[in-house]
């Protein structure tokens, strides 16, 4: 509406007026509107006729386009082809060429492998089999001098183990023989106990009546003198079971003793077999000249042999702790020995009272009907003895000679328990000497063990060297197996 508004407007302007009826314009107006309507259909046929052409021209574009293209296509598709089967060719010719040369080089590579490993063999071969040779020399030298030297010192050692067992046995056959006399002298000492047990009791019995029949009654000081002589007489007896006790421990001292030096010897005896058997043997050389492993048994065997090894160990040290309980017994028989010794005292201290008294029974007899006062252990006892008690006072004199008997027999069977002791201090000696030989056993027990390990080490290198062996007889079988498919 407004453009219409302005177009009437623009009309009005110039004079014309636009109506709905054909109007009649002037020349000059007509003339305008004609150039202005000609130019218009010229504008618009020009549009119309380039808007055809450009449709036909973009037609034959597109169709001459893809004609090119296709064309373009194919051309280089034929060219990539032709390209692409230049360029795999190559490839193949390359793939071949390097096929058949390094197949090329790796015959010739392991012809040459093959040739410097079968010279190497052959010269390791004739290497080993030279130093071999003087290997097995040297070594039976060595073995011989080992073996020599082993055969003199095995029979230093056994001329040293016949000595002691010389001794041993000599000791042995004497402690036999000692021990019988010991039997036969406490069996005589049992059977003269009990004759002077007897004739002691009878010797009583009579001084109780010779005092009885002394005149008058006894004084106090006769019966004081009484008990103290019945007080002695239960000391000698007392000291004469202290004496078969004495003699009783020393016997199971002894035999103990015995026993402790057996053992000592077996567990020498077995300490030696046991490093036999735990001494690695010299090495046998097979046709490799390698050393076999050792089977199960030997490993077995030593362990076995090791176990033992300790269970003597331990059986050692109780042994020694008995040694120790045997000392302390020795030590306990030292003091009883003291003890031995007072009651000894004691006994001649009785047996010279007992000769006072028969001084004063003779006195006695050679003055029949006088009294007497005699001293009987530095004290003054006053009796009345009269000649019709002769018989009873050559009784009492022989009951003190049994006493004086008896006394030499204990001294006799001290003399013998001293000798005992000797034999004891001799057999001690033995012992310790056997336990100074306890350090060289475990030195060689701790050789047989580093021998042990330098056994493992040569195992391992064995088992290194037959592995090394293993691969290269593979690999010469792998390289045997190319050249065969070749």
């Known amino acids: 509406a407004a453009d219409e508004r302005a177009f009437q407007a ?11 009826t054909k ?6 107006a007509f003339n305008a509107l004609e150039r202005a309507r000609t130019a218009k259909l010229v504008a618009g046929a020009t549009q119309i006729q380039a808007a055809y052409r450009r449709h036909r021209e973009q037609a034959w574009y597109e169709v001459v386009k893809f004609a090119v293209r296709f064309l373009q296509r194919v051309g280089r598709g034929r060219l990539g082809r032709r390209r692409a089967h230049r360029v795999r060719t190559h490839r193949a010719a390359l793939r071949i060429q390097t096929a058949f040369r390094c ?3 790796y015959k010739a590579y392991q012809r040459r492998v093959l040739e410097e490993r079968t010279a190497t063999a052959l010269q ?6 030279r130093d071999r040779k003087r290997f097995l020399v040297k070594r039976a030298a060595a073995v011989h001098i080992q073996a020599t030297l082993r055969r003199k010192a095995a029979a230093a050692r056994m001329r040293v183990l016949k000595r002691q067992s010389k001794d041993v046995n000599h000791l042995k056959y004497q402690l036999e023989e000692f021990r019988a006399i010991v039997n036969k002298k406490a069996t005589a000492f ?22 009885a029949k002394l005149q008058g009654t006894p004084t106090a000081k006769a019966q004081k003198e009484a008990a103290q002589s019945a007080e002695k007489t ?6 004469e079971k202290k004496a078969r006790e004495l003699k009783a421990r020393e016997a199971a001292l002894e035999g103990e003793t015995t026993r402790m030096q057996e053992e000592l010897q077996a567990l020498q005896v077995r300490n030696r077999e046991l490093q036999r058997e735990a001494r690695p043997p010299p090495p046998p050389s097979n046709a490799a000249g390698r050393t076999p492993p050792p089977t199960p048994q030997e490993l077995a065997r030593r362990a076995r042999a090791e176990e033992e090894l300790k269970a003597l160990r331990e059986k050692s040290t109780a042994l020694e702790r ?40 003779e006195e006695a007899q050679s003055r029949p009907e006088k009294r007497l006062s005699f001293s009987l252990g530095g004290k003054k006892n006053s009796f009345s003895v009269q000649f019709s008690d002769a018989d009873k006072a050559e009784e009492a004199e022989r009951a003190v000679q049994a006493a004086e008997a008896k006394l030499r027999q204990l001294k006799s069977e001290n003399a013998a328990l001293r000798e005992v002791e000797a034999e004891k201090a001799l057999l001690e000696g033995q012992m310790r000497a056997l336990q100074a030989q306890w350090p060289e056993l475990e030195a060689e027990l701790v050789e047989a063990r580093a021998a042990k390990q330098r056994l493992r080490e040569q195992q391992e290198q064995v088992a290194a060297m037959e592995r090394l062996l293993a691969e290269a007889a593979a690999a010469r079988e792998a390289e045997l197996a ?5």
């Open 23 to 28: 109007c009649f314009f002037r020349q000059a």
């Open 103 to 105: 197949q090329k080089a």
């Open 190 to 211: 049992d059977q003269e106990h009990s004759r002077a047990q007897e004739e002691l009791e009878a010797l009583k019995k009579r001084n109780a009546e010779l005092v």
């Open 124 to 129: 390791g071969f004739l290497r080993s089999s």
């Open 234 to 239: 239960r000391a000698a007896e007392e000291l």
């Open 482 to 486: 190319a050249l065969e498919r070749e």
């Open 10 to 20: 623009a009309m009005g302007a110039a004079g014309v007026q636009v109506g709905l």
């Open 322 to 361: 008995e040694l120790k309980e045997a000392q302390r017994l020795r030590e306990e028989h030292t003091l009883e020995r003291e003890v031995l010794r007072t009651k000894a005292a004691e006994v001649d201290l009785l047996r010279r009272q007992n000769q006072e008294l028969q001084k004063a029974l």
